[in-house]
């Protein structure tokens, strides 16, 4: 296969594994951050255990995909491999209110949450099992007609109401910037989040203190514009092509 863009560099999973994580420290090193305060989610939909296990293998442990289904698949898969260390589930893509019920449980963290209404649905879901469902809110931070997420005026009173279900832990925000080859074009979309998540948390809108996660989380940046949204203060971007290649398939 004829790999002529750089961010392909390496011939596999773990040279490219391996490529974003040296790109994300320099980020990090241009903007006065942590390396450790960013955390790469490796964007797995449509691709196989394989592929997932070449990931895991190099490190891997925190693994984003968009179907719940094909979620709990490859969690099961990957559980039956006896692995010691395990993986981290992130639903990443548009989630049913019909699906909420199967997701409790699997996944540590929900980025995609865009409505009020799939947010009461995760609260009566989770109040049922008992449990705290850990939530980002998605927002559309370019008002693009073809995503889903919150427009941006609306985020605020969203949180305000979410921040009040018992069972739901609201920790940040969640975009996906307009597709571009020109990734300092979203640069302005970034810094809009990243000012929105603190005006959240300093009117204390987002849980405090969860053990696994730096509050609040800023999930932003994919394979076109990570870096972008790392000098910007992302705390979790979500890489896949850059990691596994092109995406063929719509599904397994
Ligand atoms: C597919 C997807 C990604 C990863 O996209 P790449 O451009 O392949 O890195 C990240 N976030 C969401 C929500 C996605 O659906």
């Known amino acids: 296969m004829f790999m002529s863009d750089e961010r392909n560099s ?37 691709k196989p255990m394989s592929d997932i296990l070449e990931a895991w293998k190099a490190g891997a442990t925190h693994f984003g995909e968009n179907y719940v289904q094909e979620l709990m698949q490859k969690e099961e898969a990957f559980e039956n491999t006896g692995a010691a260390e395990p993986i981290r589930w992130h639903m990443i893509g548009h989630l049913q209110k019909n699906k909420v019920k199967y997701l409790i449980g699997h996944t540590a963290l929900i ?22 469902v850990r939530i980002l809110l998605e927002v559309n931070a370019a008002r693009e007609e073809s995503k889903w997420g919150f427009d941006p005026s609306a985020v605020f009173q969203a949180a305000r109401e979410i921040s009040a279900f018992p069972h739901v832990r609201v920790l940040g925000l969640m975009t996906s910037a307009p597709y571009t080859e020109e990734p300092e074009t979203n640069r302005i979309y970034f ?18 203190s969860e053990p696994d996660f730096r509050v609040p989380v800023l999930s932003m940046g994919m394979t076109g514009d990570y870096e972008v949204a790392v000098e910007e203060g ?10 596994f290649g092109e995406r063929h398939l719509q599904t397994v």
């Open 10 to 46: 390496g011939t596999g999973i773990a040279d490219r594994l391996s490529y974003v994580r040296g790109r994300i420290r320099a980020a990090c090193e241009r903007s006065g951050r942590r390396p450790e305060d960013v955390t790469l989610i490796a964007v797995s939909k449509t």
């Open 234 to 243: 992302a705390t979790m971007v979500r890489v896949g092509t850059g990691i």
């Open 191 to 208: 810094r809009g989040l990243h000012e929105c998540a603190q005006r959240l948390a300093s009117e204390k809108l987002l849980s405090v």
């Open 111 to 132: 980025h995609s949450v865009d409505s009020i209404p799939l947010a009461e649905q995760i609260e009566k879901e989770a109040a049922k099992r008992d449990q705290a």
